[in-house]
């Protein structure tokens, strides 16, 4: 079912001391959707949020919540709540007054409170704690609080600051369940914010990666992870082996002076581009065994590192002063040589960005004694 747009911000510009912190942003939220922030600290994820919540008021641009203009809605009339990383329960009162809080404030009978906080307990899978003291809850036990007494005015959009930021890493990944498991029970949309690329892509039916006050992509986890529109989007969303290459033509690309098939097409003739293959993608193959492609279209390489991550092994190989990471279930030995192949689907290749990364200005200055840093500029 085609869902319709629940949220818009349009051309948001925020400054704060002269720091432009967002840059004529534009974003886009169905209903029902789990839409994921993420982006490194500073890149303006959070002020985006709170500029949703309305605890925050853009500079210029406008904010829609279901077609309608609410830049000067305050907070509590609009039909959105919060969770904030400290989740800032009352200590004082105990889990069920927590959960109430908010319908007391709208002098919801008690009788219907209590049957709500009930319902709330029994969704976060915390029945009979109600009577129980805040200050005696573990922290995942806390952030559930906090989120049924978000969710108990059954508000059309929950925003999720950072709320796993402090838990400890396996209550983070059952809480990735049960906020998952949350967002398919209730008719609600969530937008959540992190820094955690695992979260993101285990969590979201959209990913909205960020950085610099900007948006630089929007899609589905699968698509962000596979076609990433830069190299930043590329090394931000999990590992990548990031170089330079040149498209010869329509689906052939050279890099590091090897040919490889690729399936890319619409870039002209001899055009330079960010070339992204994945650890796992990369393929190792010792002397005399079958290849993908012609042996004198191989990398020959030499393994400079081999960690065990538990579930694969993560290798360096150095080839023609690159060093590749490879993710595979078999370690090989330290200073093996071995040929490297990649299958022409699993290479992804980028537009050149504006600016040239670091890794291909230092590459040609160390490779190319010709080359200057002007030749750069």
Known sequence: MERNELIQLRNIVKIYDDDVILKSLNLSVKDGEFVTLLGPSGCGKTTTLRIIAGFETPDEGEVFFANQKINNVPPNKRNINTVFQKYALFPHLNVAENIGFGLKLKKTPQSEIDKQVEEMLELVNLKGFGKRSITSLSGGQQQRIAIARAIVNKPKVLLLDEPLGALDLKLRKEMQMELKKLHEQLDMTFIYVTHDQEEALTMSDSVVVMNGGEILQ??????????????????????????????????????????????????????????????????????????????????????????????????????????????????????????????????????????????????RLEHDPTATEEDDE
């Open 218 to 363: 929007q899609g589905s986890p699968i698509d962000i992870y596979n076609e990433p529109a830069n190299a930043f989007v590329a090394d931000f969303i999990g590992e990548s082996n990031i170089m330079p290459g040149i498209m010869k033509q329509d689906k052939v690309l050279e890099f590091l002076g090897t040919v490889y098939d690729c399936v890319d097409t619409g870039f002209a003739k001899n055009e330079p581009v960010d070339v992204v293959i994945r650890p796992e993608d990369v393929i190792l193959l010792e002397e005399g065994e079958t290849s993908i492609q012609q042996k004198n279209h191989l990398l020959k390489g030499r393994v400079k590192s081999c960690l065990f991550k538990g579930v694969h092994y993560e290798m360096i190989v150095e080839a023609r002063g690159y060093d590749f990471m490879a993710h595979s279930t078999v370690a090989e030995k330290i200073g093996a040589e071995m040929y490297i192949d990649v299958e022409p689907e699993n290479i992804h290749i980028m537009k050149k960005s504006d600016i040239e990364t670091m890794k291909e200005i230092e590459y």
